[in-house]
Structure formats: C-alpha cells, structure tokens
C-alpha cells in the first residue's frame, strides 16, 4: 500500500494498481481505510499498457458489474456437427459453373 493506492498481485509476479480514486465511491482518506494488506480483493481492470509494464485497477466499479453467470470453465460444449448435404437441388439462384468473379 502507498499513499496514492494500492498494489494488488494478480498472479505470481504480476501486479497492479488501484488507484486511491478507483478505491470507492466515497471520499478516501487512506488507502488503509478501504482495503487491508494480505486481504483478497475482487478489481476490475481498466487498462494494461504493455510499453510501461503497467496494469490499472478499480475496485469501486466492480460494485457496477454484474456477476458472472456464463458456463463454468470445466463445461465442454459438444462440437458442432457438419451441415447435412441436400439430396436435391435448390431452384432459381445463380448457375456457379457460368459465374466468375474475375470476367
């Protein structure tokens, strides 16, 4: 934690700040008020800026999203099948054997 926000491991060697604006909707006095070291904390990310090895973090606009309600990761969808052939022609359209993109 520092005076302007707080840094946040994302993974093993990989961090990222919060902002002290994006730490709450409310006025923030210290970092130390909204969030504790070693506490685990759900944060959105804002930005990633890859030349300055920078990820910026929100913590108050987490509140705004909604929660995740898509499949679990171990489900497995089944593979598409194949469309099935048509056993008889359509009619009308283009005949292909004729037609020719390039003159």
């Known amino acids: 934690m520092t005076d302007f926000g707080a840094f946040v491991e994302l993974t093993a060697g990989v961090e990222g700040l919060i ?31 890859e030349d300055r090895r920078r990820i910026s973090l929100s913590l108050k606009q987490v509140a705004e999203m909604p929660d995740y309600t898509g499949p679990e990761q171990a489900a497995v969808e089944e593979p598409a099948q194949p469309p099935k052939k048509r056993k008889k022609e359509l009619k009308g359209g283009l005949d292909h054997s004729s037609f020719s993109l390039f003159g």
């Not at 210290?30 to 506490?39: L, Y």
Request: net charge negative; charged share 35%.
């Open 19 to 49: 902002h002290i604006s994006e730490l709450s909707h409310e006025r923030v006095r210290t970092v130390g008020d909204v969030v504790k070291e070693g506490e685990p904390v759900r944060v959105k990310v804002l930005s990633v800026d």
